[in-house]
């Protein structure tokens, strides 16, 4: 009997080595990329270009929204030509994208933020499309890995696809990768024809491309002979070819620095697309490792944790008696006869704001490194809604102090800003204080409603509704 169950796990471990050993081995199956693929390169290559060209040349504003439409347009193209569903909620992420960077050549209140804010608008947009986000294609709490995913693991993982792709050469994925790639045969044989033909596609659009390429060469000795003759024979066509060795004397150096640029950032926008199309280096960072690495974080007693949770929640109970007639003065449109108006808005109004971001961060740490969860951590939970309810007292201090400041002063765009980010910052804790009774997927939506707003500033004339405002109620 020993013997038998001896044989058994012998076998058992036998069976799981030959797993192993063929998961390793699909690890490591070459698959080359389509004539799509080269051309999607090859069209990408202009896109990089245009990217660069727009940061060195004049009119950046204008330019910077045409980008935004060309590069949306370009990763659709490119995951409708290799027949990628796009998930549904990828259409909300590409309508932030465009509202953040298409007003820009109109109108910008935010003209330092609202550049680099596009910018992650368009990764996290096109890992989203590819349906490469870590909980099953939607934003979720994984959301800041899936950020840093589509900001630097991916783009970088497969930076040097753009040149393999250009190249004839081919790439490694797993037997899951083919399958999206509808490369999987049932045979070898079939394989092996299929990557076979794809690289001949591939080979016959570089030849002709090559072709066209020495062409080109070719015509330049005749035109070297001819040009000279022609101009000879007429002063205006002569006046035509001076002028235009002229003017690409002037801007083959600018053209040629553009170019040198656009290489590495041309592997980057292409090495996020191709990894989110082939789900190449996608996961770098998975949810079972992201969730082990949590459970692994809670180090600190219930017992300490609630004790900090308990002196913090008494220091702003202690803080909120001793200055309530100051604080909530404003409440009433009163304004402390020590103070102006400007003095009364903006004594301690950062200082509350920077108070509820770091409440925030503490809620998160807290939770975070709990040995006992949530869920089954009672006085966590009471310590979290008291936390959340003081903090939202002070953000409606901060903000009725900002309401009595405009009523004095009227409306101006840093204002509008400012109770924007403060509403943010109510609704985040409201879903906090939501969140302790039930299950709800806080950053989720905490993500995707700042994102809203923060687009919403961009697209919004602020400018003209502050005009209009003041001129409504102040003359």
Not at 110 to 131: D, E, I, K, N, R
Not at 310 to 330: G, M
Request: charged share 15%; hydrophobic share 50%.
């Amino acid at each position: 009997m020993e013997k038998q169950n001896e044989s058994g796990v012998q076998e058992d471990l036998t069976y799981e080595t030959v797993l192993v050993f063929e998961e390793n081995k699909r690890k490591h199956l070459p698959v080359p990329a389509d004539g799509t693929d080269f051309w999607m390169a090859v069209a990408y290559a202009v896109v990089g270009y245009s990217f660069v060209y727009v940061f060195s040349s004049d009119h950046f504003a204008w330019k910077f929204s045409v980008f935004t439409a060309v590069y949306a347009a370009a990763v659709l193209a490119y995951l409708t030509l290799k027949k990628r569903k796009v998930p549904k909620e990828s259409w909300f992420w590409l309508a932030m994208m465009l509202g953040s960077g298409i007003p820009y050549g109109f109108y910008t209140a935010m003209p330092v933020f609202q550049v680099p804010g596009t910018a992650a608008l368009a990764a996290y947009w096109t890992l989203s499309a590819g349906g490469c986000l870590i909980e099953d294609g939607r934003t979720s709490q994984w959301a800041a890995a899936d950020f840093w995913n589509s900001i630097w693991k991916v783009p970088f993982g497969n930076f040097a696809c753009f040149f393999h792709v250009l190249s004839g050469g081919g790439e490694e994925m797993t037997e899951d990768q083919n399958a999206l790639s509808g490369e999987v045969q049932e045979k070898k044989k079939d394989v092996e024809t299929a990557e076979a033909g794809k690289k001949n596609l591939r080979k016959a659009g570089v030849r002709k491309l090559g072709a066209i390429l020495f062409g080109v060469i070719l015509a330049v000795p005749v035109l070297l002979i001819v040009l000279p003759l022609l101009s000879s024979a007429d002063d205006n066509f002569n006046r035509l070819i001076v002028s235009f060795l002229d003017s690409l004397s002037e801007n083959v150096l600018s053209f040629v620095l553009r170019a040198v640029c656009s290489i590495p950032v041309t592997a980057y926008l292409f090495g996020l697309i191709y990894g989110c199309i082939y789900r190449r280096k996608t996961d770098g960072i998975r949810r079972e490792s992201v969730q082990a690495a949590g459970e692994g974080a809670r180090i600190i007693s219930d017992a300490a944790v609630n004790t900090a949770l308990l002196i913090l929640s008494a220091c702003y109970v202690l803080f909120i008696v001793l200055q309530a007639q100051y604080l909530f003065s404003a409440f009433v449109g009163v304004r402390p006869d020590t103070y102006t108006y400007s003095e009364y808005a903006r004594k301690g109004f950062f200082e509350l704001c920077a108070v509820a971001a770091v409440n925030l961060a503490v809620l998160l740490l807290a939770n975070l490194f709990t040995k006992t969860k949530r869920e089954q951590n009672r006085g966590l939970r009471i310590l979290n809604l008291v936390i959340a309810v003081l903090t939202l007292l002070l953000i409606a201090t901060a903000m009725s102090k900002m309401v009595l400041y405009i009523s004095a002063y009227g409306l101006t765009i840093k204002r509008i800003t400012t109770m924007t980010f403060m509403s943010w910052m109510a609704v985040v804790f409201l879903l906090w204080c939501a969140g302790q009774r039930q299950k709800l997927p806080l950053i989720r939506a905490a993500w995707m409603s700042g994102t809203g707003l923060y687009v919403l500033l961009c697209v919004l004339p602020l400018e003209q509704i502050v005009s209009v405002f003041n001129w409504l109620f102040y003359g």
